[in-house]
Nanobody, 129 residues
Framework: QAQFVESGGGLVQLGGFLTLTCTAS???????????MAWFRQAPVKEREFVGR????????YYSESAKGRFTISRDNVKNKVQQQMNNLQPEDATVYYC???????????????????WGQGNQVTVSS
């Protein structure tokens, strides 16, 4: 099973911005195609939380309420890369971010983590005040 690698996280000041990038370990083009890709995040002792999802054709990107208006997800299907630009970062955004493909079940609009696969190690985002 393909696994994704997240990068681009780090320390940012309150109200600042970061861009996270998701790539696939290995070089199989089928890792991204023809799947939707999603970003999740998980704080300590909390459930992994859906952030946003971009279809393969990059039309109608769907965001959680917390991400809407501040985060932008994009993808490059030629380079097999998905990015999430995060603006106006707040303390609640400071956590570990993951990308995954899916949903893999019958519901194309699922935001449940169990419907996604390819989880990598995640990438830490820290927001300083």
């Amino acid at each position: 099973q393909a696994q994704f690698v997240e990068s681009g996280g780090g320390l940012v000041q309150l109200g600042g911005f970061l861009t996270l990038t998701c790539t696939a370990s290995g070089s199989s083009v089928r890792t991204f195609s023809p799947f939707a890709m999603a970003w999740f995040r998980q704080a300590p002792v909390k459930e992994r939380e859906f952030v946003g999802r971009i279809p393969f054709a990059a039309v109608s990107v769907y965001y959680s309420e917390s991400a809407k208006g501040r985060f932008t997800i994009s993808r490059d299907n030629v380079k097999n890369k998905v990015q999430q630009q995060m603006n106006n970062l707040q303390p609640e955004d400071a956590t570990v971010y993951y990308c995954a493909k899916g949903p893999m079940g019958t519901s194309c609009s699922s935001t449940l983590k169990d419907q996604y696969e390819g989880w990598g190690q995640g990438n830490q985002v820290t927001v300083s005040s």
